[in-house]
């Protein structure tokens, strides 16, 4: 089991009794100085912004700095979990830079495809396979395809592999 350190124990700066230590901040909170081994940002972008030329700019603007603050630039890890909010997002910059493995993985799987996992095991989707059934009934899946507009469906649901896919 993990223990928490003494006197580091707020729920986003906290550090453990191994050594190991959290700070979490908003997408484009203050970062000043903190270093990581591993960095994890995770949906920067609102989704409301997706029209909004401004916001998307400043969250790439953050995480430019936010590389900065890896304390190993060749072992650090930096982890992106996003949704596509929009055709120029942070992640379309991601996916079109050959440095940065990229994992999409729609909502409902517009063909088969088989991921490779890092201990060497395989998942395979077949087409139309949905991500999370026990979540989301056939009735709320359509309702999802009719009602996403903002941003459309076939980029935030489908992370815009198949543009088609919400048909």
Not at 14 to 29: D, N, R, W
Not at 41 to 58: C, E, L, S, T, V
Not at 66 to 76: A, D, E, F, I, V
Request: net charge positive; aromatic share 10%.
């Amino acid at each position: 089991s993990t223990r928490i350190k003494a006197g580091h124990d707020r729920a986003t700066d906290f550090g453990t009794a191994e050594g190991g230590y959290v700070y979490a901040v908003g997408a484009q909170g203050r970062l000043t100085g903190y270093t990581a081994d591993v960095i994890i940002y995770d949906d920067p972008h609102q989704f409301g912004d997706w029209q909004n030329q401004r916001a998307k700019d400043a969250v790439k603007d953050s995480f430019t700095t936010l590389l900065s603050r890896l304390q190993n630039k060749t072992k650090g890890r930096v982890i992106v979990v996003a949704h596509r909010i929009a055709e120029d997002d942070l992640s379309s910059e991601l996916i079109s830079d050959p440095r940065w493995k990229c994992v999409q993985i729609p909502f409902i799987a517009p063909r088969a495809k088989t991921y490779r996992m890092d201990d060497g095991r395989y998942w395979e989707r077949p087409r139309g396979d949905l991500l999370r059934p026990d979540a989301y009934p056939a009735d709320a899946v359509e309702e999802l395809k009719r009602g996403q507009v903002s941003p459309p469906y076939a980029l935030f649901h489908q992370q815009g592999i198949d543009k088609h896919a919400s048909r």
